[in-house]
């Protein structure tokens, strides 16, 4: 099965941190509920209807608008 990008992302943000994945997985997951409770108006997160995506659709998403950036 081949992996997803935000799957690859979650790994290589615990390999630079030097941390499992699981580890890195669960601090991004607390950024996310952080971030997701204080969203305000952002229309980042209408993307979701309302709902709180999950880590790989936010890392995905995410992902996806830094690249678009630098492009």
Do not use: C
Request: aromatic residues 8%; charged residues 35%; proline residues 1%.
């Amino acid at each position: 099965m081949k992996k997803s990008k935000a799957m690859k992302a979650i790994e290589r943000v615990a390999l630079q941190e030097g941390i499992s994945v699981k580890e890195a997985r669960r601090e991004m997951q607390k950024a996310l509920d952080i971030a997701y409770t204080n969203k305000g108006t952002d229309v980042f997160w209408h993307k979701w209807g309302g709902r709180k995506p999950t880590l790989e659709e936010f890392v995905s998403a995410a992902t996806d608008k830094v690249l678009t950036r630098l492009m």
